[in-house]
């Protein structure tokens, strides 16, 4: 059911293709339901990414800082209660 150029679609719906790659995509486009699908499941993508600033396209691809920078968090024992060491006598 799926096609090997399907992988072509997502960077056709971008629009990063050059003219010669996209007319090649949408000749295939012409023949192949399989894609023509993909492509209407894709369409909507470069709005929705229009809509995200810098911002939010940085904070959805890096890990948040605060677990770079934290170390692992080691749990101490609990302290010994009623065993205190023996006091010397006067
Ligand atoms: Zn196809």
């Not at 302290?79 to 205190?84: I, K, N, T, Y």
Request: a negative charge; charged letters at 20%; one cysteine or more.
């Amino acid at each position: 059911m799926s096609c090997p150029r399907e992988t072509d679609l997502g960077v056709y719906v971008l629009g990063s293709l050059d003219g010669a790659e996209r007319s090649a995509v949408e000749a295939h486009l012409a023949e192949c339901a399989s894609c023509r699908a993909r492509q209407r499941e894709l369409a909507p993508l470069p709005g929705l990414l229009g809509r995200l600033t810098a911002e939010q396209v940085e904070a959805l691809s890096a890990p948040p800082p605060a677990v770079l920078a934290e170390p692992p968090t080691v749990v101490a024992p609990p302290p010994a209660v009623g065993l205190e060491p023996p006091r010397a006598g006067p």
